[in-house]
């Protein structure tokens, strides 16, 4: 079946190289060896030192989970045809997923808004306990979860630019274009879905219904994961109403509403997605009632307690 699509996703992968920003990360930021960029440097230093501790915190998320590229690498190109349209796009998508943790990385070297070893413990344990993406050796959940996941991403990176831009525009200026990057990959993995939900109806719809309900961002082995994700979401950086309006934004994007599967498990899984929606909104209700203040703390903040 994935043989059967792969002239949509050459073509798919041709439009997004046409698309696709020529950007460097080291070009994004001040190079603290030539005297010519010292003043934006120290501008830069000098404008991070305001960003809250907040921020800071989801920040460092962010960087452990593009970090984590090598897993999703490895679980990309274990899933896709050998030889393949597919596999040169992972390549492709490896190339410039890489340039994220790179930028945000080096930002965080330069200005040093985190704790940078809590920081490399943060990596080193995300790396070294694993991923597990729930694809279930499911290639068509690849597409699914991936769509999901860009979009996601895009979210985080395009609210933490607004907010930390407030502070210090350099950090708010690459992170946009970071979004930017992000922005074309789910441009082309809900293309590519698309596609297997037209060559494929009924297992396809199977497979959305198994990774929409929830999505689970990776990350979730990494240290303090509940509390910075609690933190992203109060921080109004990546929150459960984001998820409900993607989900609904892919609900209709692939016309979920008026796909006609052949049989009864398709028709379950189709009305299973459809009532996606509702129940998030359900969800988020009751967690935004119930919430209280509280306190947060994490080492790679320097441990600054905060109230959210
Ligand atoms: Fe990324
Ligand atoms: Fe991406």
Same mark, same amino acid.
């Given at each position: 079946m994935l043989r059967s699509i792969e002239p949509l996703v050459a073509g798919l992968a041709r439009q997004h190289e046409a698309k696709a920003e020529e950007w460097w990360p080291s070009a994004e930021l001040p190079r603290a060896y030539l005297p010519e960029d010292a003043g934006r440097l120290a501008e830069m230093q000098r404008r991070s030192k305001g960003i809250p501790p907040a921020v800071r915190a989801c920040l460092a998320l962010n960087i452990v989970t593009e970090e984590g590229l090598p897993l999703f690498h490895q679980a990309l190109t274990n899933m896709l045809p050998a030889a393949s349209a597919f596999l040169? !796009?992972?390549?492709? !998508?490896t190339a410039e997923e890489d340039r994220h943790g790179h930028v945000m990385r080096d930002?965080? +070297?330069l200005t040093g808004i985190v704790d940078e070893i809590a920081l490399d413990r943060m990596q080193f344990a995300f790396? *070294?306990?694993?991923?597990?993406? @729930? !694809?279930?050796?499911? &290639?068509? /959940?690849?597409?699914?979860?991936? +769509?999901?996941?860009? /979009?996601a991403t895009q979210i985080a990176h395009?609210?933490?630019?607004?907010?930390?831009?407030q502070y210090e525009p350099v950090l708010g200026g690459f992170l946009?274009? #970071?979004?930017r990057d992000?922005?074309?990959?789910?441009?082309?993995?809900?293309? #590519?879905?698309?596609? #297997?939900?037209?060559?494929d109806v009924d297992d396809a719809l199977e497979s959305a219904a198994a990774i929409m309900p929830l999505m689970a961002m990776p990350g979730g082995s990494m240290p303090?994961?509940?509390?910075?994700?609690?933190?992203?979401?109060?921080? @109004?950086?990546?929150?459960? /109403?984001?998820?409900?309006?993607? #989900?609904?934004?892919?609900?209709?994007? !692939?016309?979920?509403g008026n796909r006609t599967p052949s049989t009864? /498990?398709?028709?379950?899984? *189709?009305?299973?997605?459809?009532?996606? &929606?509702? *129940?998030?909104?359900?969800?988020?209700?009751?967690?935004e009632a119930a919430r209280t203040a509280r306190a947060f703390q994490f080492e790679v903040a320097f441990g600054h307690e905060f109230t959210l």
């Open positions: 040169s !796009w992972a390549h492709r !998508w930002y965080a +070297s790396l *070294r306990n694993g991923w597990d993406d @729930g !694809w279930d050796g499911d &290639p068509f /959940r690849v597409f699914v979860y991936t +769509s999901l996941q860009e /979009r395009q609210q933490t630019a607004a907010i930390a831009g946009k274009t #970071v979004a992000e922005a074309r990959h789910y441009a082309f993995y809900r293309a #590519v879905f698309a596609g #297997v939900l037209d060559a303090q994961y509940r509390d910075l994700a609690e933190t992203a979401s109060r921080a @109004g950086i990546y929150t459960l /109403r984001h998820y409900h309006d993607l #989900v609904q934004e892919l609900i209709r994007f !692939w016309a979920i009864d /498990r398709g028709r379950a899984a *189709r009305d299973r997605i459809m009532g996606i &929606p509702a *129940r998030l909104t359900k969800i988020a209700d009751r967690m």
